[in-house]
């Protein structure tokens, strides 16, 4: 996914596993915009915040 079609309160899940996850946070460098590290965090979570790098992702649809 590229980071710039997310925006914070997207819903998105890693490829592998498909567990949905709220985008909190976007981090990403001139040298490459369309990726960069996306904070996640998710429903029940007592924990730190997630972390996946945005070429990892894909829009989660119910």
């Not at 079609?5 to 998105?12: A, E, M, S």
């Not at 990403?28 to 369309?34: G, K, M, N, Q, V």
């Amino acid at each position: 996914m590229n980071i710039k079609d997310l925006k914070i309160g997207d819903k998105v899940c890693n490829k592998e596993d498909g567990f949905p996850m709220i985008v909190v946070g976007l981090n990403s460098t001139l040298a490459d915009l369309s990726n960069g590290t996306v904070y996640l965090d998710f429903e029940g979570n007592e924990g730190d915040i997630w972390e996946e790098e945005a070429k990892d992702l894909i829009p989660y649809d119910v």
